[in-house]
Structure formats: C-alpha cells, structure tokens
C-alpha cells in the first residue's frame, strides 16, 4: 500500500488542495498505511471495519507533539476527512471498490473560545520579538511581518508568499493569493503603506522579490514566525496574561477580525478582507464579540443591589 503514496499526493493536485493540506494528507496516508500492515490488511481486505478500527486506534493514541495528551478531536477529524478522499482514490483508480467510511460517525471536534490580542499585548509581543536578536534586518522583518498579520488578517501563508508586485500603493490593496489558490483583493492602512515604502527602500528591494525573504533570498517558512513568537511568549512570561494566550500567527488573523467587529465594520467586507469561503466564519467572530460579555453583565446583574457580608 506505501508505494502508492507518491501516485496518491499526485491525484490530490486535481483537486485543487494547498501543499500544507497535500503534506498533510501524505502524512495521514502514511500513518494509515503503517496501521494496515500491522494488522495483515491490503486494498483487496480494505473494509469499513477496517476503518472503524483505524478511528478507535487513534481515539487511544498520544499525540506525537504531546506524548501526555490524546490525539485532539479536530487532528481525528482530519484523519476520517483523509479517509473520504482515500476512498475516492482507490475507486477512481480500481484499487478498492467499495466503500471505506460507510456510516462511521463523523468526529465533532471541541468547539474552543477564539481569542484575540488586546492592543497592548500586541505591542509587547512586537516589542518581544524585536528584542530577541540584534540583527536589524531581522528585526524589522519580524515587525513588519506581525504588523502586516494584524493590520489585514492575511493567513501566514499568504502574508509570506506576497511579493512586492502584488501591492498597489496608490489605492492601497495588495494581491493576495489564498486557499486554493484563489486571488482576492485586500486593503491596507496608510501607516502600513508607509512601513512597506520604508522597508523596501532601506533594503532595496525591486518589484518581482518577495516582500519576506531569508538572507539568501529564499521564502520564509512559517515555522520561522512560530518560533520567534514562541521565544517572545517565553520572554514575556505572566506579563499582560501573555501566558494564558495562545501566542501564532493565527491569533494576530483573530485580533484583526475582533477588532474590525467591536470597531462595527461591516460583515459582508470583513468575510471578503479574509478569504472567507462562507460567512459560517465570519457569523463565528460577530456572535464572540458583537457584544462585550462583561458589559452586558455588568448592565444587567440581578445581584447588583445585594449586599452580603463575609465578616
């Protein structure tokens, strides 16, 4: 079954899928093929049974990056997600006839509170993230990077392949390509425009070089911008709750949509600015933070004129 790893990457191209999903899917295919040989199974003795035990197997095993915790809900789901597209594969290609997934249950995972960064953690963690190297350039680099992530909410994937072509300073939008390789236009503030202007003078840069590049030219990898934020909310310790934080590049696409809904914007723009493919994402954002919880609290306590003592 591994030697049709490669053949199945391939295939997965047609759909249309992002090389992270693809190394993503390759890993899961992997995984399952590794599982299959353990227990004498091949395409001609595939099953849903074989499926079902799949799942169980990793409903019970540790996580690889966290070997005292169980794989999570949402890392599962990806898993029985790979196996649809399995099943698809080895139909189209007459490997397997039947059916892999059957009525197994889909994983519903964890629904988790999404949280943004306060104006003044953002500053402390750009600030973090400066003061962990001296070079200057990558310094302003970094700066520049987490400026840009909260300023227009752009994945670190797509804030990392822009180049200095996709920007139109005189409107103030950039090209960005996204999931799927869709194109969308997105909007830039003034202050940004004047960082990008800055930066590309200061380092001379021309209009075909990437906007974020190493020392030798080459694209910078996201696991670049995870460590640098890693070792910034080391640095900062308790200091603003950092510590409670989940400290990536995703939470700054997060701050960008908390502050644009508490801000009033308009829904219809923010799921465009995003790359939303529905607005089921953007309702997500409304719902947590149209209304600020503890003032609504606050207004409405019905224990408000209560008076209890404790002595």
């Known amino acids: 079954m591994i030697q049709y790893e490669d053949d199945f990457c391939n295939w997965l191209k047609s759909d249309n899928l992002t090389d992270g999903t693809i190394r993503n899917l390759r890993f899961a295919f992997v995984e399952f093929a590794r599982f299959c040989l353990e227990i004498g199974v091949d395409f001609d003795t595939l099953s849903v049974d074989v499926s079902r035990q799949y799942m169980i197997r990793l409903n019970e095993r540790p996580s690889y990056q966290k070997p005292n915790q169980l794989l999570s809900k949402s890392t599962i789901l990806k898993h029985f997600q790979f196996l649809k597209k399995l099943e698809r594969y080895l139909n189209e290609k007459g490997l397997y006839i039947g059916i892999l997934v059957g009525d197994i249950r889909r994983p519903q995972p964890r629904k988790t509170v999404i949280n943004g960064f306060t104006a003044e953690q953002l500053q402390a963690i750009i600030d973090a993230v400066r003061e962990t190297r001296k070079d200057e350039y990558y310094r302003d680099r970094m700066t520049l990077i987490l400026y840009l992530l909260a300023s227009t909410g752009l994945r670190i994937g797509e804030a990392l392949r822009l180049n200095i072509s996709d920007f139109d300073f005189k409107y103030r939008v950039m090209l960005v390509l996204g999931k799927g390789d869709k194109e969308r236009i997105v909007p830039f503030s003034p202050e940004l425009r004047e960082l990008l ?31 640098a934020l890693r070792v910034a909310k080391r640095r900062l310790g308790t200091k603003y709750n950092i510590d409670q934080m989940r400290v990536s590049p995703h939470t700054f696409r997060h ?8 801000n009033d914007g308009n829904q219809i723009a923010l799921s465009r600015i995003m790359g939303h493919e529905s607005m089921a994402m953007t ?14 609290y606050d207004t409405c306590n019905p224990c408000k004129n209560i008076k209890i003592s404790m002595e």
Do not use: E
């Open 197 to 227: 202007q800055i930066y590309i003078q200061k380092y001379n840069l021309n209009k075909d070089d990437l906007l974020f590049a190493s020392r030798y030219g080459k694209p910078l990898s996201p696991a670049t911008i995870r460590d």
């Open 283 to 296: 309702n997500k954002y409304v719902q947590l933070w149209s209304v600020d919880l503890t003032d609504a």
């Open 255 to 262: 701050t960008f949509a908390k502050l644009w809904v508490v």
